[in-house]
């Protein structure tokens, strides 16, 4: 790209990288503390639900999602919707089968 | 066009330069073009041939030709995956799509020249390994499903890990391509004035991004599980091998319009010119590509019907199917519309344009009747698939394909080739190709299957046909292939940079182009299709 005037505009300083880092490993001792604790069919809610927002916090912060324009953010949430409806059907589909062996 | 004016004082052609090493470390747009043109011909011609192969053991309803059934399955694997993965996907979007994106939106280069750079070699990277598979290739056909693929003896990881990393070399061109339409328009090119081809780049662009990290992790998945027998599609172990299949096609289905969509691009290119009339409905043909891109996640499961799935997702899925019809409807119906009291000139691209239309038409609609759920039943797995997809991806992109080459081949390269030739070569690659695929769709109705190498006798008129039609074909590509080769070794240069008239800025600076397109930007201040306009 021959223009990248923004990039002063989102300088994140040191100091918000190093408590996102804290935070995501915080975070990580989270997930391997609640492994100790059985929530039945909810621990792959849990351990998912831990991951997702460490995931978010890297891309708003380390990969600078929170500073960009809405387009970016187009391309950023449409896989997500594409991930929601690839899980979405399948589990629809998976649901829906009639078990031709009993 | 009427654009601003553009000297071309200082002209140094992109092709003056010499020498090894000014090819593979090029960034210039125009050359990585040239580069992918050569590679994927390389494995066009070289999975044609294969397909000659298996066309010749078809003549007779014995195994002759090759010593064993796995042979051939192999023959037809490598057909599938050379053509499907080293050919047709990266095909038309990064050989034409890196040389007229720039050319076409008024730019100098694509957004990220070193990243084009090295999306090539990844490509190339991914092809070392795939050849490297062939001492003892995949059995497997090119769709790699479960549970064949994990439980045969032949080189699956190699050659699914080949096309694994050529999907990294379409993620970055796609990548690259939507940056460089967003932010490297010249002055003037708004959105509706925009090129169709930049229209169908943009919507392959998104589903190149977008939808193949789907099939890498899948390829990924199937490896992980040949190697560490990890359970992931093995039901014995809590997997489920049809999810192999909604993974794969999840991708592949957007994948076929990865191949078709830049084809559709071209022919709204060709078509005006030649019919020296404004591009009907514009706007229609270029919301139709983003249309087609976004319905075309919706519909994976249509390849699915008789792999077991629940009735209720098959009769959702064949619905939605049914939605694709539209958007593709649209463009046919303006290609037509504009061709209607136009003044046409029968040029050799052109000829390939209307066949485009007529073929990918039947093709379309036999996709209908396999998106109906009753008869997919019947007709799944025949030869009336096969019918289908060769009419789609030959009669579609691949004419599409040869439009290009020989309505661009003076800008690319400078040179002229010869044009009866050119026509008579089309005609026989017409002729051939309905000669050999027209049967199968006879075939398939009376229930040939796909895959086999031998065949009861009452299919041998049908498969000797189709078997003199891919001799036809393949004489029509040598000759069309020979006769835009010669001039590549002769002296001699067009007489115009612009012979067919076309108000496209790619057409507006000399042939072969400057290495950097444009002395000064130009600034846009019309339509692209404004044929006849006083």
Redesign the interface.
């Known amino acids: 790209?021959?223009?990248h005037d923004h990039t002063e505009e989102h300088h994140t300083g040191l100091r918000a990288y190093a408590a996102v880092c804290l935070a995501l490993f915080v975070l990580t001792a989270v997930t391997v503390y609640v492994a100790k604790f059985d929530f039945g069919d909810f621990n792959i809610v849990v351990a998912m639900l831990i991951a997702s927002i460490k995931a978010a916090i890297v891309a708003l912060y380390f990969m600078h999602l929170k500073f960009e324009d809405k387009?970016t953010w187009i391309?950023a949430l449409?896989?997500l919707f594409?991930l929601f409806?690839?899980i979405g059907?399948?589990i629809?589909?998976?649901?829906?089968?009639?078990p031709?062996i009993k | 066009m009427a654009n601003g004016v553009m000297t071309q004082t200082q002209h140094i052609p992109y092709l003056a330069q010499k020498g090894l090493k000014s090819w593979i470390l090029t960034t210039d747009h125009k050359r990585i073009g040239i580069l992918y043109l050569v590679t994927i011909s390389f494995f066009f011609m070289i999975a044609g041939l294969t397909a000659l192969g298996m066309r010749y053991e078809l003549m007779t309803p014995e195994l002759d030709f090759f010593r064993t059934a796995t042979e051939y399955n192999v023959a037809f694997t490598l057909h599938g995956s050379l053509m499907v993965f080293f050919f047709i996907v990266p095909g038309i979007a990064a050989s034409f799509g890196n040389f007229l994106i720039p050319l076409m939106i008024g730019a100098r280069d694509v957004a990220f020249p070193r990243i084009n750079l090295l999306s090539f070699w990844i490509y190339l990277v991914g092809t070392a390994i795939l050849l490297s598979a062939l001492a003892q290739p995949a059995d497997t056909g090119w769709t790699f499903y479960t549970p064949y693929s994990i439980q045969t003896g032949t080189k699956v990881i190699m050659i699914t890990l080949g096309v694994f990393v050529l999907g990294f070399s379409s993620i970055l061109t796609g990548m690259n391509f939507i940056v460089t339409i967003h932010k490297l328009r010249a002055p003037g090119m708004t959105w509706s004035r925009l090129p169709l081809f930049i229209w169908a780049s943009y919507a392959t662009a998104i589903l190149q991004l977008l939808a193949t990290p789907v099939v890498g992790i899948t390829l990924l998945l199937l490896i992980a599980e040949r190697a560490f027998d990890i359970g992931f599609f093995d039901p014995a172990k809590g997997g489920d091998p049809i999810l192999f299949q909604n993974f794969f096609w999840f991708y592949s289905h957007p994948a076929v319009y990865i191949m078709v969509i830049p084809a559709f691009g071209i022919i709204s290119e060709i078509i005006p010119v030649f019919a020296r009339k404004p591009i009907f409905g514009y706007k229609a043909i270029a919301y139709s590509s983003f249309a087609i891109a976004i319905i075309s996640f919706f519909v994976w499961l249509h390849h699915m019907f008789v792999s077991g799935i629940s009735e209720t997702a098959a009769a959702i899925f064949s619905f939605l199917t049914m939605l694709v019809a539209i958007p593709t409807a649209v463009k046919v119906f303006n290609w037509t519309a504009t061709l209607y009291k136009g003044s046409i000139d029968f040029h050799s691209s052109m000829l390939y344009a209307l066949s485009f239309i007529v073929l990918f038409t039947v093709g379309g609609l036999t996709g209908v009747y396999l998106g109906a759920l009753a008869v997919d039943v019947h007709l799944h797995d025949t030869y009336f698939i096969v019918a289908h997809m060769h009419y789609v991806m030959i009669g579609g992109t691949v004419m599409g394909f040869f439009g290009a080459l020989h309505f661009w081949y003076q800008k690319w390269f400078g040179k002229v080739f010869d044009e009866l030739t050119a026509k008579i070569a089309w005609f026989l690659i017409f002729v051939g190709f309905n000669v050999t695929f027209f049967p199968q769709f006879f075939m398939g109705f009376q229930g040939m299957p796909r895959r086999y190498a031998t065949y009861p006798e009452e299919y041998i008129s049908y498969h000797a046909l189709s078997t003199y039609g891919s001799w036809i074909l393949g004489l029509g590509v040598l000759i069309m292939t020979v006769n835009l080769l010669i001039p590549l070794w002769k002296e001699g240069r067009p007489e115009s940079s612009n012979p067919y008239g076309s108000l496209s800025l790619e057409w507006q600076v000399p042939s072969p182009p400057p290495h950097e397109n444009f002395d000064e930007i130009p600034t846009v201040t019309d339509w692209t299709y404004a044929y006849g306009k006083k």
């Open positions: 790209m021959s223009t387009l391309y449409y896989p594409l409806l690839l059907f399948t629809m589909e998976t649901f829906t089968r009639v031709v």
